[in-house]
């Protein structure tokens, strides 16, 4: 069976990864798509994923996002039509949607975000929409996404490759972390996203207020060439902050961390299963956030008066949550589909 993934940002690189080794040792044959944004394409290289990379961002503007999608679906069309497909996955990705949709290849998408509108496109051609227990049924419905195509999975798409992850212990000599420090993580909103447009300025107060205490060691990881150049000028101001250039293995640095601290959804769950203290600034929370906040595995930063909620101490012991079952069930489903008979 020949199976196309198409990665469209960085941690689709971690979603997948696992997958993509577990159906390749099972004899598998594997295509592997990557949009140039982020650090998708460093990943993909470093994780050892033969891949095409194929288009770039559209960036801000509404006009131009559309324009990205049909350049880039066209080329997509043109690459894949040849390539005798038995069925296509991604993370939501409306480019492989639409050339699955022409091809008429069963299209497999996991979503966990109920506020992307791209979902009104990518829910509707879809065969199977993967989504975890807390999506809205009333959201799936709003979407296009009818019952026969949703299947719903215990637990975060995040456990799908956390289940895969060993900790290196060389990592943080190889880095020279200070592990003497406090080690604060920080990832800044992705304002090019449709589900979060508007730049948060609430993170760079919470970066300010970390970097103030000298006990800690704070690491910006820049989501954008643009945001990286906004940054990089706090290095001469604040000798406790490091903001890398090139791509780091985000799941090793995380392990290692004392606390996680995001504008985004990911990161914060993903330091959840690691054993990392995290928090949230992400603004339009999603039904998942909402649920990791109330079963106490993240905390939810509103405004300046929450930042007595973070706790800046070292993490006193590591530890991974690992859920078996959840890759397998991902792996059945996309089988499944190609076969015609997903499994629920």
Same mark, same amino acid.
């Given at each position: 069976?020949?199976?196309?993934?198409?990665?469209?940002?960085?941690?689709?690189?971690?979603?997948?990864?696992?997958?993509?080794?577990?159906?390749?040792?099972?004899?598998?044959?594997?295509?592997?798509?990557?949009? %140039?944004?982020?650090?998708?394409?460093?990943?993909?290289?470093?994780?050892?994923?033969?891949?095409?990379?194929?288009?770039?961002?559209?960036?801000?503007?509404?006009?131009?996002?559309? !324009?990205?999608?049909?350049?880039?679906?066209?080329?997509?069309?043109?690459?894949?039509?040849?390539? %005798?497909? $038995?069925?296509?996955?991604?993370?939501?990705?409306? $480019?492989?949607?639409?050339?699955?949709? !022409?091809?008429?290849?069963?299209?497999?998408?996991?979503? $966990?975000?109920?506020?992307?509108?791209?979902?009104?496109?990518?829910?509707?051609?879809?065969?199977?929409?993967?989504?975890?227990?807390?999506?809205?049924?009333?959201? @799936?419905?709003?979407?296009?996404? =009818?019952?026969?195509?949703?299947?719903?999975?215990?637990?975060?798409?995040?456990?799908?490759?956390?289940?895969?992850?060993?900790?290196?212990?060389?990592?943080?000599?190889?880095?020279?972390?200070?592990? %003497?420090?406090?080690? =604060?993580?920080?990832?800044?909103?992705?304002?090019?996203?449709?589900?979060?447009?508007?730049?948060?300025? @609430?993170?760079?107060?919470?970066?300010?207020?970390?970097?103030?205490?000298?006990?800690?060691?704070?690491?910006?990881?820049?989501?954008?060439?643009?945001?990286?150049?906004?940054?990089?000028?706090?290095?001469?101001?604040?000798?406790?902050?490091?903001?890398?250039?090139?791509?780091?293995?985000?799941?090793?640095?995380?392990?290692?961390?004392?606390?996680?601290?995001?504008?985004?959804?990911?990161?914060?769950?993903?330091?959840?299963?690691?054993?990392?203290?995290?928090?949230?600034?992400?603004?339009?929370?999603?039904?998942?956030?909402?649920?990791?906040?109330?079963?106490?595995?993240?905390?939810?930063?509103?405004?300046?008066?929450?930042?007595?909620?973070?706790?800046?101490?070292?993490?006193?012991?590591?530890?991974?949550?690992?859920?078996?079952?959840?890759?397998?069930?991902?792996?059945?489903?996309?089988?499944?589909?190609?076969?015609?008979?997903?499994?629920?």
């Amino acid at each position: 069976m020949r199976i196309w993934f198409d990665l469209a940002n960085s941690a689709h690189v971690f979603l997948f990864r696992g997958i993509i080794k577990s159906l390749r040792e099972r004899g598998h044959s594997i295509a592997v798509t990557v949009r %140039d944004y982020a650090q998708t394409r460093q990943l993909a290289e470093r994780s050892g994923i033969p891949h095409i990379v194929v288009g770039k961002h559209g960036g801000r503007s509404y006009y131009k996002k559309v !324009v990205a999608l049909m350049t880039r679906s066209l080329k997509l069309l043109a690459i894949v039509r040849d390539l %005798d497909i $038995d069925v296509a996955v991604s993370h939501n990705s409306p $480019d492989q949607a639409l050339v699955a949709y !022409v091809l008429r290849i069963p299209f497999v998408t996991i979503q $966990d975000t109920e506020r992307q509108i791209a979902n009104h496109l990518v829910f509707r051609l879809a065969t199977k929409v993967l989504v975890p227990l807390p999506f809205p049924d009333e959201k @799936l419905r709003w979407y296009g996404a =009818c019952p026969r195509k949703i299947a719903k999975f215990e637990g975060v798409k995040e456990e799908i490759y956390i289940t895969d992850f060993e900790p290196d212990p060389e990592f943080p000599r190889r880095l020279n972390l200070p592990m %003497d420090k406090v080690l =604060c993580i920080l990832r800044p909103p992705d304002f090019l996203a449709l589900h979060d447009r508007v730049d948060n300025p @609430l993170f760079y107060e919470f970066a300010r207020f970390l970097l103030s205490h000298p006990e800690t060691f704070v690491i910006i990881l820049p989501r954008t060439i643009q945001q990286r150049d906004r940054l990089m000028g706090w290095q001469y101001r604040y000798p406790n902050l490091w903001i890398p250039t090139e791509a780091v293995d985000g799941l090793n640095l995380m392990y290692y961390a004392d606390i996680v601290v995001t504008a985004g959804g990911t990161m914060a769950a993903e330091a959840a299963m690691l054993g990392t203290p995290a928090y949230t600034l992400l603004r339009n929370l999603r039904a998942v956030d909402l649920y990791f906040a109330d079963k106490g595995y993240i905390t939810i930063i509103s405004s300046p008066r929450d930042f007595s909620k973070v706790k800046l101490e070292k993490k006193k012991e590591y530890s991974v949550f690992r859920n078996f079952d959840l890759k397998e069930k991902i792996i059945r489903e996309i089988l499944g589909t190609a076969y015609g008979n997903s499994s629920k």
